[in-house]
């Protein structure tokens, strides 16, 4: 039988998971990232590198550029309903950093699992950046071959403003995948934490003592995964099919379609 500490409150998601020895002494084996969030974290690395490839060549990529747009929104409300519902790490309330808590960090008095209080910001930011800019990119135009899938839902000067904010906070956003980035390998090379290991297998080694969150009902959390895939399959959907009627009507009146109004999708 699998310990307790062991699983997380949705290891059934996981499956069975034998447990292994610890890597050091004394310490134990804890299921700290659950499958859905491990599928989300890697989906959405494919999905920003995607968008931020297709964004820089253009041209004939834009169509690709719209579509890993529309895969980041759509993972975004995944991750924000599985903030809520989902297992106890994954949710947004267990690693909301407090002034102290972020004040015992950088004295080296923090314990705990997951995400440090520096990494939590750093979470935070992603997500409320990538949310900024999908939400810009739904309305934008760059008045040439791009139209968000919201843009008809504007004006011409709204979308072309909304063009540029979207071309803005990929700087932003460019600077904190980088500081990301650069905070893992630091932990990894310097501080020889293990960061890679659990986001792929989901265990982590915890030492004696550590606080664990404690588990939440496992039933909530299939209603709350099965609630969170829906949720985001709807938003893609919708918004996929709002940028093609708009478009299916302009060219009905104006016998050709306009290379202004063509979706990226």
Same mark, same amino acid.
């Given at each position: 039988?699998? *310990?307790? !500490?062991?699983?997380?409150?949705?290891?059934?998601?996981?499956?069975?998971?034998?447990?292994?020895?610890?890597?050091?002494?004394?310490?134990?084996?804890?299921?700290? $990232?659950?499958?859905?969030?491990? /599928?989300?974290?890697?989906?959405?690395?494919?999905?920003?590198?995607?968008?931020?490839?297709?964004? !820089?060549?253009?041209?004939? $990529?834009?169509?690709?550029?719209?579509r890993a747009g529309l895969a980041i929104v759509g993972l975004l409300v995944f991750r924000i309903v599985w903030g809520v519902v989902g297992s106890a790490t994954s949710r947004f309330a267990?690693?909301?950093?407090?002034?102290?808590?972020?004040?015992?960090?950088?004295?080296?008095?923090?314990?705990?699992?997951?995400?440090?209080?520096?990494?939590?910001?750093?979470?935070?930011?992603?997500?409320?950046?990538?949310?900024?800019?999908?939400?810009?990119?739904?309305?934008?135009?760059?008045?040439?071959?791009?139209?968000?899938?919201?843009?008809?839902?504007?004006?011409?000067?709204?979308?072309?403003?909304?063009?540029?904010?979207?071309?803005?906070?990929?700087?932003?956003?460019? /600077?904190?995948?980088?500081?990301?980035?650069?905070?893992?390998?630091?932990? /990894?090379?310097?501080?020889?934490?293990?960061?890679?290991?659990?986001?792929?297998?989901?265990?982590?080694?915890?030492?004696?003592?550590?606080?664990? *969150?404690?588990?939440?009902?496992?039933?909530?959390?299939?209603?709350?995964?099965?609630?969170?895939?829906?949720?985001?399959?709807?938003?893609?959907?919708?918004?996929?099919?709002?940028? !093609?009627?708009?478009?299916?009507?302009?060219?009905?009146?104006?016998?050709?379609?306009?290379?202004?109004?063509?979706?990226?999708?």
């Amino acid at each position: 039988m699998t *310990p307790p !500490e062991l699983l997380s409150d949705f290891g059934a998601v996981d499956g069975a998971v034998d447990l292994a020895p610890a890597s050091r002494a004394g310490a134990r084996r804890f299921l700290l $990232w659950d499958l859905p969030l491990r /599928v989300f974290h890697w989906s959405l690395v494919v999905a920003v590198t995607a968008a931020i490839v297709t964004g !820089e060549l253009g041209g004939a $990529w834009m169509p690709w550029h719209g579509r890993a747009g529309l895969a980041i929104v759509g993972l975004l409300v995944f991750r924000i309903v599985w903030g809520v519902v989902g297992s106890a790490t994954s949710r947004f309330a267990h690693f909301a950093p407090s002034p102290s808590s972020v004040i015992a960090y950088l004295r080296g008095r923090w314990r705990g699992v997951g995400h440090n209080p520096l990494g939590a910001l750093s979470v935070f930011a992603l997500l409320g950046l990538l949310s900024l800019q999908a939400a810009t990119g739904l309305f934008g135009n760059d008045d040439i071959a791009f139209a968000g899938p919201l843009n008809h839902l504007v004006g011409d000067g709204a979308g072309s403003r909304a063009t540029g904010w979207h071309r803005l906070l990929a700087d932003g956003l460019f /600077v904190l995948l980088a500081l990301h980035l650069l905070a893992v390998a630091f932990h /990894v090379v310097v501080k020889r934490h293990r960061l890679i290991r659990p986001m792929i297998t989901g265990l982590q080694d915890v030492e004696p003592g550590t606080p664990l *969150p404690r588990p939440a009902r496992s039933l909530l959390g299939r209603f709350g995964l099965l609630a969170a895939v829906s949720l985001a399959a709807v938003a893609v959907l919708a918004l996929a099919g709002a940028g !093609e009627a708009p478009v299916a009507t302009a060219s009905a009146a104006a016998g050709a379609k306009p290379a202004a109004s063509a979706p990226a999708w």
